[in-house]
Structure formats: structure tokens, C-alpha cells
């Protein structure tokens, strides 16, 4: 126990006043009854005192006694002489009796304190629990138990975490002592595992008292405790509250790592999709190229012209199949590193959406394209040529999923401020929990049919479009078959000056 | 059309693959082919060779391919054909403000490669004294000064006629912007009402002449560059 126990003077002044009033009571009955029977009253005395106030104020209460009944009732009166060898004993049963009842009652009274301490202490505790529970990162937990540790122990607190012997700062007063000299012994405790600093014999010289934060793992963060008036610490109270911050900290920090490992583990699968889909996606088409190729090396003279001029009609289509992929690659990174260059000026939409199918003619097989330009829609500002990647994408898409012989339409009309634009095939159409997601990278929709492609060309439209400041969506057709919707500016608007 | 056997072509590319790829297409169709897989060899070449075309890459290993036109066009007025994987516009239209003939960008279609070739090499070719124009459906007479698609005469205004006529002069080449608007208007600089100017005549051209506008075949738009007449129907 390091509480103060300062001598007070009241405990004494009162059993000074008790035995002088026992006395004057004494005094008051003298002659009524025996004097030896005052013995018994004077003992009352001894006994509240002992209760009361312990050992010292009962020691002090009997002996105040004994000499205030030898001095007015044992003969010869008003002297401390004694001539009767009988009250010596009556004076150590005094003694005896005011010592075992002192005794016994500080151990009940020591009883009951430790019983309103622990109470308070427990109740301390649960609320720290409490806010512990509820908190969920490293940084909550330090301000959780940097504030109660605080509020109980009435001092300035500081929570470092440490990690491999390196100490970080995570909750502190403002008024706690942060400098190089309280920093090293807040590791030297980390690294040793023992308190250390103000009041104990490690380090004493600091402003701080440092305590280990420990699991069974090690420690693994140091509480830190400052009093600007040195004053002591209820050394329980802090074992109790470093041993529940500890069990915090560790599942905070534990559950940190979890959602490191989370995070690390989904990068990983993206990369593992990325690497999967351009090596699939890259492969496929080299395959059909190398597999003609080498064919036709081998077998040219003794092959049927027909199927020559075939094997070569599939070599030149997966050469061209890959020239895209290549192509929505390359876009795609410039889209996600923002090195995309857009350079908006007026365009003929027809112009934008004729030079798109122009590219993609050999791609259309026997579908039919039918574009349908609102009258009143001629310039709409945009980036033609990046524009015409999107249209090249839609495009590419409406055939990829519909049948042949079907018809693909591209239409413009003007809503509001903006030009609606729409791809409508009449294919299979989008499950509609992936309307959302065929915007994201390498996400591609489920399918009635094993369908090539690589996820990238919606998500580089997407990035298109919003670079156009417009938006972009997907929506299945009452009919049958999808639509992908673009809302573009249709008005180039005026420049705010500096860029 | 017909190419004069004999004519000679210079490759100039780092990659001995592509090399030896167009001196095949080419040879096959009775060009004399010579390669250099760098700059200063082009430049030698080209000086002591003299051939009546140069098909060149940008990105060469010893020094940059505008600087190889450049040192070309001081000396000679020989068609080049720029072949790059370089597809941004600036590039484009940088070569061809630098004087070269045509632009196709890696990898490109061997029979395009060739009508591109047939097309510079028809500026050098005299005696093409024609009046007459075909393309598909679509004839000019210029002598006449009549168009017609089929046996339709077509009404172009003046303006539509000029750039009609640019078009067709430069036989399937890409004309540019800037060559349209300072050739048909006097304006040297592509402002954007100029620009609107432009577009406004090749949208009333196309539905004058394209048998469906939405999809031109005859006048085709080099993106951010220019338009060309298109030879193929």
C-alpha cells in the first residue's frame, strides 16, 4: 500500500474528551455505587476508541484512563499514587482488552474498505470493458483505456504500441511527457517486459511511470502514468486495468491484422484474375493463329484450297481479335493511371458512330446495324477518337452476345442538357445482379454460352464516359436483350477559369 | 490498277521480320525492294538509291524516324509512307505536316498497306492527264464539272464541289484539316467555326452522295486528321 497515512490529532483529542466525560460521569456517581465498578465504564471508553479508530487512539485511550481513574478514585485520591497492588491488574486488562478490540476491528474495518474499493474498482472495470468491447481499432481501444486509466488513477496518461521492439505513440494527454529521455524507458519496458521509471527502482529519474502491457504473447504496448504533483499510484488499480487494456489491445491489434491479411488476400486474387484473364484472353487467340499457321506450313500443297483459304480466314480474325485485346489493354491502363488524354471539341456524332461500324464491318458477320440520330443532333462535344473506342466496344459487345442475323441499334435523342445515346441488341440480355458490376474491371456477366472476352470493355467505357463528365448504365430491354446507356453532355461547357 | 514493274521501294524498320514481311507482299506484286534497318542507312539510301517510294518506321533505333523524313524531304520529294505502332493523332498529323505522303499505323492490313502504296504513287505518276475520276458508283468529271453516283447527277455547291474534288485528286491519300481549310477557305488555323464550317459540308456531301450516310464508304474520316476518298466499294 502506498497510501498516505498521516498521524491526525482528532482520533486522540476525542478519547481525550470521551475519558474526561466517562470521568465527570465517574464523579457524578461516586458514592452511589463502588469505584472498582467504574473500571467497567472507563473500558467503554478504550473499546469505541479501538473500534473506531484502531490500535494507537485505543493504546492512548487506556492509559488516559487508567490515570484518570487512579487519579480520582483510587486512594490515595488525587494522586497517581497507588496503594492497592489490585489495580496494576485492572490496568493491564485496560491495555489488553483496548489492543485485541483495536485489533479486531481494523481487520473489519480493513475488511470493509477493500470491500468499497474493490467494488469501486470492479464497476471501474466494467465500464472500461464496456468501452473496450466497443471499440474496434488499435488507435479506439488506446483513447478508451488512455481515458479511463486517466480518470481513475487521476493522471496523465500515454498509450505506445509496439511492434519488434519499435514504439508507436497511439492515444496520450496532451500534458503527458513525450521527449527522448520518457520515449527510451517507455521502450526499455517494451523490450523488458517489467515497469519501470517514477517510483520504482528501474529508471527512476523519469517523469513517467511505465507498465508493460502484456499477453502471453509478449508485450505489446507500454501504459504510460504521470503525475505533475508526484503523487503515489494505487498499484492494484493498475494491475487491473494494465491486464484488461492488455487483452484489448491484443484483440484489436489482432483483428487489424486480420483486415491486413483480408486486404492483401484480395489484392492477390485480383492479380491472380488480372494474370488469368490477359494470359487466358492473350492465349486464346494465339492458339487459333499458331494452330492455322503451323498447319498450313506443314500441309500447304497437300491441303484442299478450300480449307487453306479457311485456316487462313481464322488466323487473320484472332490476329485482328488480338490487335483489340491489346488495344483495351492498353486503354484500360491509361484509364486507371489517369494518363488518359481527352481533347473534347465538337463532333458529328454520325461521323463518330459510322467510323465505328466502318472498323468493325468484317466483325458484324450478317448482323444489321441501324442507327437512328434524333433530327436536331449533328456536333456533340466529345473526343472522337476515344469516343469511338467506346462505340467499338458496345459495338463488339451487342454482337459478341447476339445471334447472327440479329439486329444491333444505335440511337441518339436529346434529354434535357444531354444526348442519350443507346446500344440495343436483342441478345440474351444481363442477369440483373450483374447490371451494376459489367461496369467493373474484369467482371463479366454470367451467360447462357461460353462467350470470349476479357471484362475491360465495359470498364473502359465507363472510364470514357465519366471523363466525358457523363454517365453510363445497362438496362435489359422489355423485348429482349440489352441496352447500354450513355448520357453525354451535349453542350460543351463553359471553362471555369484556372485549371 | 496496274503498277509499273520495276518500281522500287525502300523499307526502312528495325524489325527484320517486318522487313522481310513487306519485301514479300511487295516483291510479289512486282516491286524491287531495298531495306535499311536504321536511320542513317535510310538516309544513305535514299541519297544514293534514289527509289520512287520510302515506307517508314518512327521508331528506329539510332534516331528518331520525323527527323529521317525530315532529312529526306530537304533532298527529294519522294513519297513516304509513315508505318508506326504510334497511333496517337499528334503523331499523324505531325508526319504528315512534315511532308509525308500517307500514314498506317502498326499492325495494318498488307492489301490497305498496298492501296495506300498505289495512291502516292499515282501523285508522281505523269501522264494521268484524266479527267475523269471512279470510284465504286460514285464519277467526277472535272473537265465537266460534274458528279454523279450511277447515272444520277448529284447537286453539290461549290464549296461541297472543291472538297469533293481535293478528295478525289488525292486519290484515296489522306487529306488533312488543316490542308482543307487553308486549300477551300484561306484559313490557316483550324478555329473551331472553321471546323464547323467543315463538318457542316462533308455531313451534306455524304447525304448527297454515300449510299447510306450513317455509314460513308466514300468519303472516310481519318479520326482528329482528315478525310479520305475511299477506294474500296
Known amino acids: 500500500m502506498l497510501r498516505q497515512q498521516g498521524i491526525k490529532a482528532l482520533p486522540y483529542i476525542i478519547s481525550a474528551v470521551m475519558v474526561g466525560t466517562v470521568t465527570v460521569l465517574c464523579l457524578l456517581l ?13 473500558i467503554l471508553a478504550v473499546v469505541l476508541s479501538a473500534v473506531w479508530w484502531g490500535m494507537w487512539p485505543s493504546i492512548f485511550t487506556s492509559i488516559l484512563g487508567v490515570l484518570a481513574f487512579d487519579f480520582f478514585f483510587v486512594h490515595p485520591l488525587l494522586t497517581f499514587a497507588v496503594s492497592d497492588l489490585s489495580y496494576i491488574y485492572i490496568f493491564a486488562g485496560y491495555l489488553v482488552v483496548g489492543i485485541v478490540v483495536s485489533l479486531v476491528a481494523s481487520r473489519a474495518r480493513e475488511q470493509a474498505r477493500q470491500a468499497q474499493g474493490r467494488e469501486q474498482r470492479t464497476l471501474v472495470l466494467y465500464r472500461l470493458s464496456r468501452e473496450l468491447a466497443a471499440s474496434d481499432s488499435i488507435e479506439e481501444v488506446a483513447a478508451a483505456i488512455k481515458k479511463n486509466t486517466g480518470e481513475l488513477l487521476e493522471c496523465s496518461t500515454a498509450i505506445y504500441t509496439g511492434r519488434s521492439n519499435e514504439l508507436f505513440l497511439t492515444a496520450a494527454d496532451a500534458d503527458f511527457p513525450v521527449d527522448e529521455h520518457e520515449r527510451a524507458v517507455a521502450t ?55 491486464s484488461q487494456s492488455s487483452v484489448a489491445l491484443q484483440r484489436a491489434i489482432l483483428a487489424e491484422e486480420a483486415r491486413l491479411a ?12 488480372l494474370l488469368n484473364s490477359i494470359s487466358h484472353d492473350l492465349r486464346t487467340p494465339l492458339v487459333s493463329i499458331t494452330g492455322a499457321l503451323s498447319t498450313l506450313k506443314q500441309d500447304f500443297d497437300s491441303m484442299d484450297p478450300e480449307v487453306r483459304s479457311e485456316m487462313l480466314e481464322t488466323a487473320h480474325e484472332e490476329s485482328l481479335h488480338l490487335n483489340r485485346l491489346v488495344g483495351n489493354l492498353l486503354d484500360i491502363t491509361r484509364v486507371e493511371s489517369g494518363t488518359l488524354k481527352i481533347n473534347i471539341k465538337p463532333c458529328d456524332l454520325r461521323d463518330v458512330i459510322g467510323s ?19 433530327e436536331g443532333i449533328f456536333e456533340v462535344p466529345m473526343d472522337f477518337v476515344l469516343m469511338m473506342r467506346v462505340f467499338m466496344n458496345l459495338i463488339d459487345n451487342a454482337v459478341k452476345y447476339s445471334a447472327t442475323e440479329s439486329v444491333i441499334k444505335i440511337s441518339a435523342a436529346i434529354s434535357g442538357e444531354n444526348v442519350l445515346i443507346k446500344v440495343v441488341d436483342n441478345g440474351f440480355g444481363i442477369p440483373a445482379k ?20 476479357s471484362g475491360l470493355g465495359l470498364s473502359i467505357c465507363r472510364g470514357i464516359v465519366e471523363a466525358h463528365h457523363g454517365r453510363i448504365w445497362a ?25 | 490498277m496496274e503498277n509499273k514493274p520495276g518500281l522500287s521501294v525502300l523499307v526502312v524498320d528495325d524489325e527484320r521480320t517486318i522487313r522481310s514481311f513487306l519485301k514479300a507482299t511487295l516483291k510479289s506484286k512486282g516491286y524491287s525492294v531495298s531495306e535499311a534497318k536504321d536511320g542513317a542507312t535510310a538516309n544513305e539510301l535514299t541519297a544514293s538509291l534514289n527509289p520512287d517510294l520510302v515506307i517508314l518506321d518512327l521508331g528506329l533505333p539510332d534516331m528518331d524516324g520525323l527527323d529521317v523524313l525530315k532529312n529526306i524531304r530537304k533532298a527529294s520529294n519522294v513519297p513516304v509512307i509513315i508505318l508506326s505502332v504510334r497511333d496517337d493523332e499528334s503523331d499523324k498529323i505531325a508526319a504528315l505536316d512534315m511532308g509525308a505522303d500517307d500514314y498506317l499505323t502498326k499492325p495494318f492490313d498488307a492489301g490497305e498497306l498496298l492501296a495506300r502504296i498505289r495512291s502516292v504513287l499515282r501523285r508522281i505518276q505523269p501522264g494521268t492527264a484524266d479527267t475523269v475520276y471512279k470510284t465504286g458508283k460514285l464519277t467526277m468529271d472535272t473537265a465537266r464539272h460534274q458528279v454523279t453516283i450511277g447515272k444520277e447527277p448529284v447537286k453539290l455547291t461549290p464549296m461541297e464541289y472543291d472538297f469533293l474534288k481535293m478528295l478525289v485528286i488525292s486519290g484515296g ?9 487553308k486549300d477551300i477557305w484561306n484559313r490557316d488555323e483550324e478555329t473551331d467555326d472553321a471546323m464547323h464550317l467543315l463538318r457542316v459540308t462533308v455531313s451534306n456531301i455524304r447525304n448527297k452522295i454515300e449510299p447510306d450516310p450513317n455509314r460513308p464508304v466514300y468519303i472516310t474520316t481519318e479520326p482528329g486528321i482528315g478525310y479520305r476518298l475511299s477506294e474500296e466499294e
Request: glycine letters at 8%; charged letters at 25%; proline letters at 3%.
Open chain 1, 188 to 242: 526499455w519496458v517494451l523490450v523488458n517486459g517489467s515497469a519501470a521509471g517514477a517510483l520504482t527502482r528501474t529508471l527512476a529519474a523519469s517523469k513517467g511511470l511505465y507498465v508493460p502491457l502484456k499477453t502471453v504473447q509478449g508485450t505489446i504496448g507500454v501504459l504510460g502514468l504521470y503525475k505533475w504533483d508526484n503523487g503515489v499510484y494505487d498499484m492494484e488499480m493498475i494491475e487491473a486495468l494494465s
Open chain 1, 434 to 453: 450483374d447490371l451494376e458490376r459489367i461496369f467493373d474491371k474484369f467482371y463479366r456477366a454470367e451467360k447462357p454460352r461460353q462467350v470470349a472476352g
Open chain 1, 356 to 374: 465505328s461500324l466502318r472498323v468493325l464491318k468484317d466483325r458484324m458477320e450478317n448482323r444489321k446495324a441501324v442507327v437512328d440520330i434524333s
Open chain 2, 173 to 181: 491519300r489522306v487529306v488533312t484539316h488543316k490542308r482543307i481549310l
Open chain 1, 30 to 42: 461516586n458514592g452511589h455505587i463502588d469505584p472498582a465498578n467504574f473500571a467497567v465504564i472507563y
Open chain 1, 262 to 273: 483480408d486486404r492483401a488476400k484480395e489484392n492477390n486474387r485480383l492479380q491472380a484474375v
Open chain 1, 475 to 499: 438496362q435489359n430491354n422489355p423485348a429482349g436483350g440489352a441496352s447500354i446507356c450513355m448520357e453525354l453532355p451535349a453542350y460543351i461547357k463553359e471553362e471555369k477559369h484556372g485549371k
